[in-house]
């Protein structure tokens, strides 16, 4: 009822505002049809514009200060209506994640965990839940897990553990447990993962100011005109929201030191939080902090063992599995301790040890199809290392080959285009070097957030700026002269700074709200340069106002407003893809590597699927050439 009344009201303001302004230029005319039109219609055109400038400058004021007043007390049905709204979103998210990345398929793969036993980076026995120290679980059994935490008197949890051992994979299932099992808990917090490398401390020196900004940016919901304003702020600063912050390792020594510290003055007594991290840089800044983070029960992972891993890749295969499995498997399980030189076996189940190398066994050889036998050639893989290398090269080939395109929309997980693994692998290698080494000297990252990439590749030089100042010139010059063009050059040197407003780049489901807002952008525009037009129609007539209010009014619009950054990007993306850098349409491949399950999606953030891929990536001394 109230997004209908919201309709209605905004139907209402639209069609009284295209009845005046039409009314308004039909007065016009019969002033210029007259017996003194001209000088008739240049005095209705001065009325006019004031008519039509008070209004403009009003309504964005008024909108302004509707915003900043919003309701004083927030009720206990908005804000169920908010986290429902807010819980839904992330279910899904991490659901087509899951699916993206066979978590459930046959269940997931059965790491062990345990609290840790370092002491150093975890605070005292007494601070802790009674009940819950010497903890253990599995992360094919994540209900009991979730019941563990729930059984918390605080809910604070580190998972520390080594690269690929499936960190952020167990976040992934413990939020999707919480979520899953929510109805039988009223009233706890939604809780929703995001990459805890965006947290910039000085900025935001408290973590729930930081929460707001992310969930205003990641989740535009919670903007919706049915909720009151602020949203994602009332529910971090009232604690309805458990934060996942994965990847603290991920930031610099000094970073992470700075968020610890933060964190433990941020948090209240009933605040919850999740945090992961690798094992040594965790200690290091925990050791750097001079602080732990309070009450938080800290767990790492146990090595899969050759018979676990033997198992689980069984139940992966086919139950008339092809030849050679049945020897790999029993060279895996009988796999040596300690063995004098290279040892195929030993090397198999070292791969296999954690969950990152099983997934990518599965991936590559039973879901590819490929015959296992090299995996026990004696002079084919002198190490893990060497092991591990060969199946990130395979990777690409092997999930664009098992994952033919589709356009089926009842089938989200499948790639809308056909595309060429070499190619694809370049186009990957130098969005992985550019986010590991930014050529514009910032931090290494694993997040590739698309307005932050004419920045970081440093697309927009000084002979970008001419040339978009000469053509602004060029088109524009007739009308308005040089300056706007040089405006137009000074000004695109800062687009790449600027964040977006809000992109959301699906268009199913949403030609309707697209409508609307390119019909009120062009009626804005028309109306702004009317005004404009009307003004010089005193000196230049009617109809080369009219014109000169159009141009003014796309020029100002280009300099002006959230879309920059999206016009930085386009610049970007042309000059990398004639560079043969990148695709020429990098949003569709980017969509399509995510449902490749290459990178995954946090808001709208992609992320490789793997740090340690994105590793592999940026360091290939061939420049993202296969062999």
Known sequence: ?????????????????????????????????????????????????????????????????????????????????????????????????????????????????????????????????????????????????????????????????????????????LVRELLATRAAHPGEPVPVLMPVAGWDTEVFPRLHQWLASRLDQDYPALRSPDLPARMGEELAVRGHILPVLDGLDELSPAVQQAVIVALNRSLADTDQLIVTSRTAEFAEAVDGAGDVLTSALVIEPQPVTPKTAAAYLKRCLSPQPAAGWEQTLSVLRTAPATTTGPDPGKTLAAVASTALGLWLLRVIYIDGRIDPAPLLDPGRFLGPDQLRGHLF???????????????????????????????????????????????????????????????????????????????????????????FGLAGGLTIGSWPSHEPGFANLRLQGREALLTRRLVFGLVVGLVGGLVFGLVGGLVGGLVFGLVVGLVFGLVVGLVVGDHRAWLAYLVATYRLAWAGHLPRTLMPFLDDAHRLGLLRAIGPIYQFRHAEFQDHLAADPRGGRRA
């Open 1 to 173: 009822m109230a997004r209908w009344n919201g309709s209605w009201r905004y139907a209402l303001i639209w069609w009284v505002g295209v009845t005046g302004v039409i009314g308004l230029l039909a007065l016009i005319v019969w002033g210029l049809s007259g017996k003194d039109g001209l000088q008739t219609g240049a005095n209705l055109a001065q009325l006019v514009s004031v008519v039509l400038v008070v209004p403009t400058l009003l309504v964005p004021l008024w909108l302004w200060r509707r915003r900043l007043s919003g309701p004083s007390v927030l009720t206990s049905e908005q804000v169920s209506l908010a986290k429902d709204a807010l819980a839904g979103l992330v279910e899904q998210q991490w659901k087509t994640e899951a699916t993206r990345r066979s978590l459930d398929d046959p269940d997931p793969i059965p790491v062990i965990w345990r609290q840790t036993a370092a002491t150093a980076v975890m605070d005292h026995p007494a601070n802790l839940t009674p009940g819950v120290q010497r903890l253990t679980a599995s992360s094919d059994d994540i209900a009991a897990l979730t019941g563990k935490f729930r059984s918390m008197r605080r809910r604070r949890l580190v998972i520390l553990g080594a690269a690929g051992t499936g960190k952020t994979t167990l976040a992934v299932q």
């Open 393 to 483: 090269d395979q990777l690409i080939p092997a999930l664009i080959a098992t994952r033919p395109p589709s356009t089926d929309p009842a089938d989200p997980f499948r790639p809308h285009r056909h595309h060429d693994p070499d190619q694809a692998r370049r186009w990957l290698a130098y969005l992985a070097r550019t986010m590991t080494h930014p050529p514009d000297g910032s931090p290494p990252t694993r997040d590739l957030a698309w307005w932050r990439l004419a920045q970081t590749t440093r697309s927009i030089t000084t002979t970008t700026r001419l040339a978009f100042g000469l053509a602004f010139g060029l088109v524009f010059g007739l009308v308005f002269g040089l300056a």
